[in-house]
């Protein structure tokens, strides 16, 4: 039987933690994210968990640990923000090259500067190509979800990868709001307990982790990440569907709010698919087709899925909570546009940077997306495929 | 009550508007509503403007954005009537609870013509009586509930008793000046 409770994000993340109850934690405290470790400190400090928790100086040491950790063989955790990730950059590429699949929970937050505690993507838009895997959640129950959900995903033996759950930064992370928690023992059941094939402390089988690879063999252990991203796909769904059995919520690549008849789509990620969603009802009130396609799995990318849900739309609209810095457009819709081009779909799509630095994001803003869609649909016209939501134009 | 009911807090950091919005909230989950408590967070520091939300539905919520068209308002300290636009965006069908003891014509001036319904309390008093210090939060609580319908006293108060034993487990001897604090404020709300 799920619990009903009401919690904030950092506080549902925090929770998932406790009843995943990892053999390390090593975090350093940031704003959004440091109530996570902050809370997870009580937990180890109260024995509700027996987790060694590791108070280090840096999120560069924080990482560092959490792959000494996983490459002894145990199961480690940690939670950053923003400048957080930046530090650990070194580390991220070591850990996901070791295929340590350390989890983490990223609570999103602009990269400075200048400086800004405040939420956009621009944190996890830097570690798009680094070999994490990155589940999105749209409230604090997707985060407490895809938490429970993300050890059987990271561990798998096709996969061996890192993997981060994302969750934006103050809108779900300091928002009080009603979730559906799992039993202790449920969780337990459906985490398992972590069996990984080779790791440091197995004397019966002497190994070193992270040598010298030179020509002869860095190319091959690189497209071995890139397969086990591949393979990636498929053990997410697998977990998707068995999380669902215990649970009861189901999830999958990305949620398609209201796609069956859709013109007008908008594709986005993390707390602004609900907006979207309520936006989107409200026009379907005044009979026009909005649909809304919540991104959850950013890596692995799942291209043709997503270039097939979007097929049927009239006119595309993709939000980027990160600028690209490219002259081209956000990263979201260089990926997006680039899966509809592969797989032959052709559907007037347009690209929104929006949100930035928290700049917040009203069902207003959203509607004027629908209304530009409802243009291009029209039209078929698009002057300017890289635009702007929210900004002051003064 | 109506499907969706929104409430924006005003403050001053340091007053407890925050708490205040997320016991609002609490109490609305304890009575089986779905709730969002959230502030808006800025440079946070004793003294200065803060705001905080609430939506109250009796469906899920998916909304994630700050308030721009207040079921209600709640203004913590008067003294933001003099730099605050507490009414913008707030609905005439709805109304502002406010902790003053400035009159009738004095709040009129300052609501930019409000034309909802103007409630006033004076929580100075009702705090200083029943806990013996400054702590606007719990009489501001009970009048919003109060005003906004969104439970009934009884439930309210027998929530909140149950709030305070957890909250104060380390100092019981404040519940019974927090409960009293509520009690009065319940009755002393008043329409101005």
Known sequence: MSIRERLSGNEAAATAMKQINPDVVAAFPITPSTEIPQYFSTFVSNGTVDTEFVAVESEHSAMSACIGAEAAGGRAMTATSANGLSLMWEMIYIASSLRLPIVMSLVNRAVSGPLNIHNDHSDAMGVRDSGWIMLFSENNQEAYDNLLMAHRIAENSKVRLPLMVCQDGFITSHSIENIELEEDETVKKFVGTYKPEHYLLNDKEPIAMGPLDLQAYLFEHKAQQAEAMRNAKKVILEVAEEFEKVTGRKYSFFEEYKMEDAELVIVCMNSTAGTAKFTADKLRNEGIKAGVLKLRVFRPFPAEEIAKALSKAKAIAILDKADGLNAVGGPLFTDVTSAMYVNNVKVPTVNYIYGIGGRDTKSDDIEKVYNDLQEIAKSGNIDNPYRYLGLRRE | ?192
């Open chain 2, 1 to 192: 009550m109506n499907n969706l009911i929104e409430i924006r807090w005003h403050g001053r950091g340091g007053q407890g508007a925050k708490t205040a919005s997320l016991l609002l909230a609490d109490a609305a989950f304890n009575t089986g509503k779905y709730i969002q408590g959230f502030p808006e967070y800025g440079p946070e520091r004793m003294g200065a403007p803060i705001t905080a939300y609430n939506r109250i539905s009796t469906e899920p919520i998916t909304i994630h954005s700050n308030i721009y068209e207040p079921d209600y308002v709640v203004v913590v300290d008067d003294t933001l009537l003099e730099s605050v636009d507490v009414t913008a965006g707030l609905k005439k069908t709805g109304a502002i609870v406010i902790n003053t003891t400035k009159d009738a014509e004095y709040l009129k001036q300052h609501l930019n013509g409000y034309e909802g319904e103007i409630y006033k309390i004076d929580a100075r008093k009702i705090s200083l009586e029943t806990l013996g210090k400054y702590f606007p939060n719990t009489p501001m609580l009970a009048a919003i509930v109060k005003v906004s319908k969104v439970m009934t006293d009884e439930e309210f108060l027998n929530d909140m008793k149950g709030s305070f034993k957890h909250k104060f487990a380390k100092k019981p001897e404040v519940i019974e000046g927090n409960m009293k604090a509520l009690e009065i404020a319940l009755k002393e709300v008043e329409k101005v």
